[in-house]
T-cell receptor, first 112, second 119 residues
Framework: GQNIDQPTEMTATEGAIVQINCTYQTSGFNGLFWYQQHAGEAPTFLSYNVLDGLEEKGRFSSFLSRSKGYSYLLLKELQMKDSASYLCAVREWGSNDYKLSFGAGTTVTVRA | GAVVSQHPSRVICKSGTSVKIECRSLDFQATTMFWYRQFPKQSLMLMATSNEGSKATYEQGVEKDKFLINHASLTLSTLTVTSAHPEDSSFYIC???????????????FGQGTRLTVV
């Protein structure tokens, strides 16, 4: 099983940086994903980490420490359109296939 | 990039009726599709894993007779909510794994989601 924890809400100012933490407990870990989800829409893929370290993709970066069961998503130069829910998801082996388990999501509000 | 199309985007049905939701991979083949349910302000909960040509694998607590899944081809999976009740009202989302990217593909491509309201 898994236990994925992330903060419920965060607020930041336009142009600032926000870091969303995610901790997890799982067996058969096979990667950690971050998704962005706007209200009423499906999630869109942001980043993927399977090895320890930092992955950078433009304004978004994601970090993973497998030994600590910890990841963070870093959003730089925040824009109003970044206001959304950010989901941390862990891939692990299920009964007969890999599956994704999602955290509850962190709602980020960007203010002018 | 790969596209998953889900239809309908919104549906309102009467209590006791059945509703079918389609999930199609438009430009890739998907041996595996996943069905999720998301209640307001909550995360995605995996309901079942849909495998082409075989029976779906349901997560614990999900009634297989109520949520019928058919994955008849490499590009289409359907979820039928049978005898729907108001408590089944939710956001249903499918995702698909690109067969060409292999088992360790790094992205799960999501459909647009279906907002089901049972009245």
């Amino acid at each position: 099983g898994q236990n994925i924890d992330q903060p419920t809400e965060m607020t930041a100012t336009e142009g600032a940086i926000v870091q969303i933490n995610c901790t997890y407990q799982t067996s058969g870990f096979n990667g950690l994903f971050w998704y962005q989800q706007h209200a009423g829409e499906a999630p869109t893929f942001l980043s993927y980490n399977v090895l320890d370290g930092l992955e950078e993709k433009g304004r978004f970066s994601s970090f993973l420490s497998r030994s600590k069961g910890y990841s963070y998503l870093l959003l730089k130069e925040l824009q109003m359109k970044d206001s959304a829910s950010y989901l941390c998801a862990v891939r692990e082996w299920g009964s007969n296939d890999y599956k994704l388990s999602f955290g509850a999501g962190t709602t980020v509000t960007v203010r002018a | 990039g790969a596209v998953v199309s889900q239809h309908p985007s919104r549906v309102i049905c009467k209590s006791g009726t059945s509703v079918k939701i389609e999930c199609r991979s438009l430009d890739f083949q998907a041996t595996t599709m996943f069905w999720y349910r998301q209640f307001p302000k909550q995360s995605l909960m995996l309901m079942a894993t849909s495998n082409e040509g075989s029976k779906a694998t349901y997560e614990q607590g999900v009634e297989k007779d109520k949520f019928l899944i058919n994955h008849a081809s490499l590009t289409l999976s359907t979820l039928t909510v049978t005898s729907a009740h108001p408590e089944d009202s939710s956001f249903y989302i499918c995702s698909a794994r690109d067969l060409g990217a292999g088992l360790h593909s790094t992205e799960a491509f999501f459909g647009q989601g279906t907002r089901l309201t049972v009245v």
